[in-house]
């Protein structure tokens, strides 16, 4: 029983010297760290691990603007006066303001924002993994139980000898005053609590929205951005696009992804996916291109607004599928060069742009909106074995032969300019709301369909 009890306090002795030594430790980087200039940060999330883990003390060090090069770890404060502690990826200058490009270690490439370098208080220069978690010993919630503790330690070490005796103290030959214990309860009293108050949160994620210069940030998780083209290349290469910051483009540090908002590819600039990739939201602006490289699947996913809006020229060298509830429009001066294959279910809308097979005989199995119209042009052979619907115009252009076999609704006027248009149901060239024109050295095939020319 002896063993037990000598073994039970040795135990406690070594917890209550673990404890204070903690304890002191934190409350004294609290201390030291705004006396040297510094500030100590607590880290409450996981974003930059595994270098700094959640839980962790840094130590954030006070540095100029023009000292955050590309690799260093910052903390930057939002104008709610909560802290971000993360990685430079990148720096530029918006309007003669300079501007860094910050992401958690952790997080996903795509998750990085622009904020201005002025809003860094620092940079950080040392990590004490686990401290802080010693820091929740000495918040609000938790002082009083501090203040209990505190008050009967220090009873305890100032009264070693005393006895109570008939209701009255007395202090005994064995009483003595220890200094030591006087020192502790001192600093666990002050310096503790001086030391965790000056010490400050940092997390990832926001609880609430703030603006950085310019800058929205939601609850939670990054939002996506907005790409243009800065010069012809592949998708997959930052270097083809720009990224707006909420203030201004500057250069993208990754390629842009499903999940950001409006992509635009720019007049000039041709812009090719050599991988297989999801789209949404795609802007081709008139003079701009859009190539789908050989053996390549780019696919149009439905989403936010028009997935694909063709002003310029998409060609399609592999394969594009327009997906369930997926919507490709096709605008005036806009081509879609069928090269290979087209597919999917979603719709082709018709705005007064071109649809065009090259280099063979194509087929498209896409329903077709004739919202404003479409024009078929080029010398190769074009099937579109779907519905055409709505009040536009169908126009056959070119050399090539168009055969239609859905059973079409459109209302719109047919007129066939050049080539062959080869209808194989009573219905291909629409209801008979629409006329149909057919130019001299054009042509129309109507064998076995029941149709009349008259």
Not at 169 to 198: E, H, M, N, Q
Not at 265 to 279: A, N
Request: aromatic residues 4%; hydrophobic residues 45%; charged residues 15%.
């Amino acid at each position: 029983m002896t063993c037990l009890r000598v073994l039970a306090a040795g135990f406690a002795r070594a917890a209550e010297v673990i404890v204070i030594a903690a304890a002191l430790g934190v409350g004294a980087i609290g201390v030291v760290g705004p006396l040297t200039g510094n500030h100590v940060i607590a880290v409450t999330s996981g974003s930059m691990g595994p270098e700094i883990p959640r839980g962790s003390l840094i130590v954030v060090s006070r540095t100029h603007d023009a000292d955050l090069p590309v690799g260093e770890v910052i903390t930057v404060q939002l104008p709610s006066g909560a802290l971000l502690t993360h990685r430079i990826v990148a720096t530029s200058v918006v309007g003669g303001q300079r501007m860094v490009t910050i992401r958690g270690d952790a997080n996903d490439p795509a998750s990085g924002e622009v904020v201005a370098a002025d809003r860094a208080i620092g940079r950080v220069t040392a990590v004490v993994p686990g401290a802080g978690q010693f820091r929740e010993l000495v918040r609000p919630a938790t002082l009083v139980i501090w203040v209990a503790i505190i008050a009967i330690g220090l009873l305890r070490r100032l009264m070693r000898g005393a006895r109570v005796r008939r209701g009255r103290l007395r202090l005994g030959r064995s009483f003595r005053l220890d200094p030591a214990g006087i020192v502790v309860a001192l600093l666990l009293v002050f310096v503790v609590p001086i030391g965790a108050s000056s010490i400050r949160d940092s997390a990832a994620i926001f609880t609430t929205s703030a603006s950085v210069s310019g800058n929205t940030f939601s609850s939670g998780t990054w939002g996506g951005s907005d790409y243009r083209s800065a010069a012809t290349g592949g998708w997959d290469s930052a270097a083809t696009w720009e990224r707006f910051n909420g203030t201004g483009w500057i250069a993208a540090i990754q390629a842009p992804t499903i999940t950001d908002t409006v992509i635009t590819i720019r007049s000039g600039h041709l812009v090719t996916v050599g991988t297989d990739r999801s789209i949404d939201q795609v802007v081709v602006d008139a003079g701009g291109q859009l190539t789908v490289s050989s053996g390549v699947t780019l696919t149009v996913a439905a989403g936010t607004g028009t997935d694909i809006d063709v002003a310029g020229l998409v060609s399609v060298d592999g394969t594009m599928t327009i997906g369930a509830g997926a919507d490709a429009e096709i605008k005036s001066g806009g081509t879609v060069d069928d090269g290979s294959t087209i597919n999917g279910t979603g719709t082709i809308t018709g705005l007064s742009g071109t649809l065009r097979a090259v280099g063979g005989s194509r087929s498209i199995g896409n329903p077709i909106a004739l919202t404003a119209g479409l024009i078929v042009s080029g010398t190769a052979d074009l099937s579109l074995t779907a519905v055409l619907s709505g009040a536009g115009t169908l126009t056959k252009t070119g050399t090539g032969t168009l055969t239609l076999s859905g059973v079409n609704t459109y209302t719109g006027v047919t007129t066939i300019s050049a080539g062959v248009v080869s209808v194989q149901n009573a219905t291909s060239l629409g209801t008979i709301a629409g006329a149909t024109t057919v130019a001299s050295g054009a042509a129309i095939n109507v064998d076995g369909t029941g149709l009349t020319v008259a």
